[in-house]
């Protein structure tokens, strides 16, 4: 896989911030994240609820609901025309926003059958998307319509055209939306928990449609999931949010081998696993309260290795390894404890 | 709910203290001015009420052939009508009567029409078929040709339209709370319910009515204006109260006798005293949506 | 001497399929199943493979029908709903979404606290005490009691459903999916609230799941489902170590890997699990089946012992006719060797 990708950037977040206006107070949901993408590349976007994962994928393709908004940072995306710039994301006026949002990046969500017209069949809802942004005929839309559900591995596409998303499976349907997602041929598709709700057969089948995709286009992929199973399958390198901030970006044999922040060493470690007895170690504490954030590093309350200097200051993201980047003030400590502990 | 209440001696708690729950309606009112402003025009809609011997002016039935027919002056200052009775007391006499009327009617096919409309989705099957199908006829009726036949039965009068008016909103109520239901009755909250132990009517009016009351409270704020509007229209047309009565629509009658005259005041006032209700009402309905779901607070 | 045991259980609904016409889907069709005391019994099997309609049949939330459901010596099927209100204590539930299975309206507290007042089991000042006691014994402190289940956490949430459960000092519980809408850190704290209060109580649990790696953990026994049947059934070990039916080696073999060093290679079923609108009345993995034979389609599959404890309903492995993986059980998960018709695919 590595050599397929190359060092090309296709997305850089840079100290993104992104903040929910509520009645309690303003919940910063993001507080300067960072991320980077390349083309061709799997990224796997992983944390727990209230990480603001999803919020993340929502701020990168301008779909971010009341009350939220963006109040800082930069979302640099070089398209597909090769840029050297890039153009930011973030202050790019609504209707190029569009424009990129429908041609250059696409998105999956989770409960794929709730995003499609339950009135309108399924071939019809991608013929209108090719119709409008390729400007196809209505001939030209069904062949290609036909062709894209075959990518996807539909079986007889010219018969399932006609279904409506409530005769689909779970599966068939995020079959669908992916393609739909890559009928403009996207060079960013962001997938958001595209396999909760769908069973393990079904979730893997979509993970692998998901890689083939990314084969076949080219395009970065950033799937964003809570399991870190799932990340540690298809993708090829893996950030882990913690609270809005990014604790650690590794590539994905790092990422499982050599692990160094705090809070992916708990979410590692409490994954069951087949077989295993004795207790699952856990992670003490719950995911802080946005409006009223710790000060410092977001997950010392919860931490082992916490010092005052933990509490008192933001931790800056180093560079470890080759392409291992760690939000921690005690990384060697860290790392001497899990070396002592194997 | 109440029989849960903490007992005071209790060293654990059950319910949030009242104060927090104080507090907590305050914030909602305070982030919906539009609930505020109705519930000021209803509160003060039940004060005139309450207080209309006090205000008004004059005694609203004092026939007065000195002063017939008066524009508004400063004496008068709705003016007066044809038999010389003052329009400003007739009006807020007039909010006793048509309080009252809306209130029982509204009241009481509440009551009726949830519980139908509960038991009816709660049982499933042939009873739901069967009592659906009774609220379709129900509703098929022409309303005023129903009051009429009721009028006819026992006769013009409050009676008549408290009846008249509640018993064409059992339907409309039955409905709303069968289609809340509905789903509630899936709900895994039900499900565990029944599974503790529960019996039917533990489930049914503990768990899920106390789920579904947000929409039947909003809609009875609703009515409520309708159901003045509703009593008003009995009214006009003669088969409501009788015509000399402090009632609005009674009143707009009235003034509608003299309409050739010019005698805009008399069904003017009364007419802009219905509509002031019914604002205020709606305006409250609308707030209460949005505040009484507990997960918004 | 069993706690639960369920004889012949079927349960099918009529579903509308046209104007006038009717057709039966088969949710459950004949499982017999018996959990020990004490002892936790894993169901495995995808959406649509009827395992929760089996754990809302055991509760009775929806009646059988046709089979038997025996907690104890008394025969749940043949009890009226008034009847069945006093015999639920001994037999309660955990739902799967914690934030729809608890009263929106009530407080954590009086969720609690009502199987309690229910059951006769105690009142006033002395109830609230119990659920205090309660509220701690699943790791809550008694200030929750106040609280909302919109004010409360996931996890939380699904502690009060869990306490909820435990306060009818229950013998059985059965546990629907309860930790698939939680994080993973959230479910690893819950998972060990479970067997801790396994242990304390002797609780047998039925355990209903689609997530393999949390049955594994917990189960001792596990039962797997495919269309409304049970495929495969033995000691935890057993099966998932050495799977007999086609079915339970995909299943395994779609355990996403630990680690990205474990990736490997799959066993694969064709197409997606079809209706159960009336289904064929033979093996009804066949359409799907890498090993299925034409004889597969003559008579239906049933349940035969292959080792003691460990029965397959499949025509084939219990002739010993299919190649039979090896999945290490405990750490790493690969395929070991898999020959025949088995449609394998490598990954990179």
Same mark, same amino acid.
């Not at chain 1, 393709?61 to 800082?72: A, D, Q, S």
């Not at chain 1, 017209?117 to 062949?143: C, F, H, N, T, W």
């Not at chain 1, 779970?170 to 997938?191: D, K, Y």
């Not at chain 1, 946005?290 to 010092?307: D, Y």
């Given at each position: ?13 840079? #100290? ?61 995306? =070089? ?91 779970? +599966? ?69 949010? =913690?609270?809005? #901030? ?16 705090? =809070? ?56 470890? +390894? ?21 | ?80 009508? $044809? ?58 009726? *022409? ?12 006769? *013009? ?139 918004? $607070? | ?78 009890? %009226? ?120 109580? %002797? ?56 680690? !990205? ?11 997606? &699990? /079809? %209706?159960?609108?009336? /289904? ?13 034979? !034409? ?26 006719? &299919?190649? &039979? !993986? ?23």
């Amino acid at each position: 896989m590595a050599e397929k990708m190359t060092a090309a950037p296709l997305l850089r977040v840079e #100290n993104l911030q992104t903040s929910f206006f509520t009645r309690r107070g303003v919940a910063k949901v993001l507080d300067g994240f960072d991320l980077e993408l390349r083309r061709g590349e799997i990224l796997g976007l992983v944390g727990e609820s209230g990480s603001g994962k999803s919020v993340t994928g929502y701020s990168i393709i301008g779909l971010l609901k009341h009350p939220g908004k963006i109040v800082g940072g930069e979302i640099r995306f =070089y398209g597909s025309k090769g840029d050297q710039q890039g153009i930011d994301l973030v202050t790019l006026p609504a209707k190029q926003m569009a424009e990129v949002r429908g041609k250059e990046i696409a998105m999956i969500f989770q409960n794929p059958r709730s995003c499609l017209d339950p009135l309108m069949s399924v071939g019809d809802q991608i013929m209108e998307v090719l119709k409008y942004r390729r400007g196809m005929s209505k001939s030209e839309a069904r062949a290609e319509c036909i062709r894209l559900l075959k990518t996807v591995h539909i079986p007889e596409p010219e018969r399932r055209m006609n279904a409506y998303p409530h005769q689909l499976s779970g +599966g068939m349907a995020q079959r669908v939306m992916i393609a739909m997602a890559i009928s403009c041929a996207p060079t960013l598709l962001i997938a958001d928990e595209p396999t909760t709700g769908l069973d393990v057969t079904t979730e893997h089948q979509i993970l692998e449609l998901l890689r083939e995709m990314r084969d076949v286009t080219g395009a970065g992929i950033i799937l964003i999931t809570h399991d870190l199973n799932m990340a540690a399958e298809v993708c090829d390198r893996i950030t882990v949010m =913690y609270a809005g #901030n990014t604790a650690e970006t590794a590539p994905v044999e790092t990422f499982f081998s050599a692990p160094r922040h705090p =809070y992916t060493l708990g979410l590692l470690a409490s994954r069951p696993r087949l077989g295993e007895e004795g207790d699952i170690p856990t992670i003490p504490g719950n995911v802080p309260d946005l409006i009223q954030r710790p000060t410092g590093c977001p997950f010392h309350p919860r931490c082992r290795w916490a010092t005052e200097i933990c509490a008192a200051q933001e931790p800056e993201p180093r560079v470890i +390894g080759e392409g291992h980047v760690v939000a921690c003030h005690h990384t060697e400590v860290v790392a001497r404890d899990v070396i002592a502990a194997d | 709910m109440s029989a849960t209440a903490a007992q005071p001696e209790a060293t654990y708690a059950l319910r949030p203290p009242f104060s927090e729950r104080w507090r907590q309606g305050m914030r909602a009112l305070r982030a919906n001015p539009t609930a505020v402003v109705g519930l000021v025009i209803v509160v003060a809609l039940v004060l005139i009420a309450i207080f209309a011997p006090v205000i008004a002016p004059y005694d609203p039935q004092k026939l007065d052939m000195e002063v017939v027919s008066q524009p508004p002056s400063s004496a008068h200052w709705f003016g007066t009508d $044809q038999f010389g009775r003052d329009v400003l007391s007739l009006v807020i006499w007039g909010a006793r009567l048509d309080l009252f009327i809306a209130l029982s009617a509204v009241i009481l096919s509440m009551v009726v029409g949830t519980v139908i409309g509960a038991v009816s989705a709660y049982a499933g099957g042939m009873t739901d078929e069967i009592t659906m199908r009774t609220m379709d006829i129900l509703q098929a009726f *022409p309303r005023f040709i129903f009051a009429m036949g009721i009028a006819f039965a026992i006769g *013009p009068g409050i009676g008549t339209v408290v009846i008249a008016t509640s018993v064409l909103n059992i339907p409309g109520y039955a409905r709303l709370m069968r289609s809340v239901m509905l789903p509630a009755r899936k709900s895994q909250y039900a499900a565990a319910a029944t599974s503790v132990g529960g019996s039917h009517t533990n489930v049914l009016f503990r768990h899920l009515v106390p789920n579904c009351l947000v929409p039947i409270f909003v809609n009875s704020t609703l009515q409520f204006g309708w159901a003045i509007l509703e009593a008003a229209g009995l009214s006009f047309i003669g088969l409501g109260v009788e015509s000399s009565a402090a009632e609005w629509g009674a009143l707009i009658q009235l003034g509608f006798q003299d309409f050739n005259a010019g005698h805009w005041w008399i069904y003017t006032f009364p007419g802009l005293a219905i509509a002031v209700a019914v604002l205020g009402f709606n305006l409250l309905g609308d707030g209460l949506q949005d505040m009484l779901d507990p997960r918004r $607070q | 001497m069993s706690s639960l045991r369920i004889e012949h259980l079927v349960k099918h609904y009529a579903i509308r399929t046209g104007f006038a016409s009717r057709q039966m889907l088969h949710a459950v069709d004949d499982i017999s199943l018996d959990l020990g005391a004490g002892e936790t019994l894993g169901l495995v099997g995808e959406s649509g493979s009827g395992k929760s309609t089996v754990g809302k049949c055991v509760t009775m939330l929806e009646r059988p029908t046709s089979g038997h459901i025996f907690l104890g010596d008394v025969d749940l099927t043949t009890l %009226s709903y008034n009847e069945l209100r006093p015999v639920r204590k001994d037999i309660q539930m955990v739902f799967q979404d914690p934030s729809d299975s608890l009263d929106p309206r009530r407080t954590a507290g009086e969720t609690v606290m009502e199987p309690l007042t229910l059951h006769h089991i105690a009142s006033g000042k002395d109830a609230i005490e119990r659920t205090a006691k309660l509220f701690e014994q699943v790791g809550l402190k008694p200030e929750h009691m106040v609280r909302f289940p919109h004010q409360l956490s996931g996890g939380q949430q699904q502690r009060v459903g869990i306490a909820r459960a435990l306060a009818t000092d229950p013998k059985v519980i059965v546990l629907d999916e309860p930790t698939s809408a939680l994080d993973v850190s959230v479910q690893a704290k819950l998972i060990k609230l479970l067997r801790d209060l396994q242990r304390e109580r %002797s609780l047998s649990y039925l355990f209903i799941s689609h997530d393999l790696s949390v049955i594994g953990y917990l189960s001792t026994r596990v039962a797997v489902m495919y269309l409304g049947q049970i495929v495969e059934i033995g000691e935890t070990r057993q099966v998932f170590e050495r799977p007999h039916h086609p079915y339970t080696m995909a299943l395994m073999s779609a355990v996403p890997a630990s680690n !990205p060093l474990e990736r490997r290679e799959r066993i694969h079923l064709s197409g997606e &699990i /079809p %209706s159960p609108i009336a /289904p064929p009345n033979h093996c009804r993995l066949v359409s799907r089946c890498p090993f299925a034979v !034409p004889a597969c389609s003559q008579q239906p599959a049933v349940l035969e012992p292959i080792a003691p404890g460990h029965l397959v309903a499949c025509h084939r492995a219990v002739k010993g006719e &299919i190649p &039979i !993986p090896t999945f290490a059980f405990g750490s790493t998960v690969t395929v070991d060797s898999l020959e025949g018709g088995a449609a394998v695919e490598g990954l990179e």
